[in-house]
């Protein structure tokens, strides 16, 4: 069991940048892949990026390709979420979610019901 802990989060103008981290805890934290989800109010919260639990592979929506950069140091057991020209479309709640990798290879998973544990959030807000 881990348990995650979103920072980073605050208030930026379109066209700027933002680091989220997530900081993973627990037992055998660097085992496991790590993705980032949004949730916008009134709206399902959807996939953003995954890394999966060695850093080797990653995984991105379509939207943030190109301007989102997931990494991640395993001897911190932090995942960042490096999100540049950002749109006021990408504001939302932004959740870091695990599941257990070690040893699982390929693209990490984008559907959130693969995902057992979850962070409080933190909110990203993009002003016009």
């Known amino acids: 069991q881990v348990q995650l802990v979103e920072s980073g989060g605050g208030l930026v103008q379109a066209g700027g940048s933002l680091k989220l981290a997530c900081a993973v805890s627990?037992?055998?934290?660097?085992?496991?892949?790590i993705g980032w989800f949004s949730q916008a109010p009134g709206k399902e919260r959807e996939f953003v990026a995954a890394?999966?639990?060695?850093?080797?592979?990653?995984n991105y929506a379509d939207s943030v390709k190109g301007r989102f950069t997931i990494s991640r140091d395993n001897a911190k057991n932090t995942v960042y979420l490096q999100m540049n020209s950002l749109k006021p479309e990408d504001t939302a709640v932004y959740y870091c979610?695990?599941?257990?990798?070690?040893?699982?290879?390929?693209?990490?998973?984008?559907?959130?019901?693969?995902?057992?544990?979850w962070g409080q959030g933190t909110q990203v807000t993009v002003s016009s």
């Open positions: 627990g037992r055998i934290a660097s085992n496991y892949d």
């Open positions: 890394i999966n639990w060695d850093g080797g592979s990653t």
């Open positions: 979610a695990g599941r257990w990798g070690f040893e699982r290879w390929g693209t990490p998973a984008s559907l959130r019901t693969m995902y057992n544990y």
